[in-house]
């Protein structure tokens, strides 16, 4: 079809192209930031990671913790390689239980929930309590 500026678009023709658009946005939305922002760990200077291990516990102990090379490894908290005898505060004890409401994992979730408000609300954005600062 040739575009010019003395065109007309049939009804048929306007119906499919805003579908088409409409199918694009959704795939968007599916696929977008909103994604990326729940999957997202919390880093490191959040959780006062450090690379040496703190009162006799370490990430080679942690249950958060998966080993990859000598030393090295990743965890299920904190954002990028961690080491093995690394610690931080989201530490916790292979083999007992952690609470879901521990301080450790409340911190986390508040730090990750406010990165996350944060690069997705416009600084303009008005809410319930007014607008967002």
Same mark, same amino acid.
């Given at each position: 079809m040739q575009c010019n500026a003395a065109s007309t678009f049939t009804r048929h023709e306007v119906l499919v192209r805003a579908l088409r658009a409409l199918a694009g946005f959704a795939?968007?939305?599916l696929t977008g930031q909103p994604r990326e922002a729940a999957a997202a760990k919390a880093q490191k200077e959040d959780v006062a990671y450090q690379d040496?291990?703190? =009162? =006799?516990k370490s990430c080679a102990s942690c249950r958060q913790f998966s080993p990859t090379a000598a030393g090295k490894g990743t965890c299920a908290v904190v954002e990028g390689e961690v080491s093995a005898s =690394?610690?931080?505060a989201a530490y916790s004890p292979g083999g007992t239980a952690t609470s879901q409401d521990s301080p450790t994992r409340t911190a986390i979730?508040?730090?990750r929930t406010h990165r996350v408000r944060n690069?997705?609300?416009?600084i303009t954005a008005p809410t319930e309590e007014g607008v967002h600062t």
């Open positions: 795939l968007l939305a040496r291990p703190k =009162g =006799g =690394g610690w931080c979730t508040e730090a690069a997705a609300v416009p």
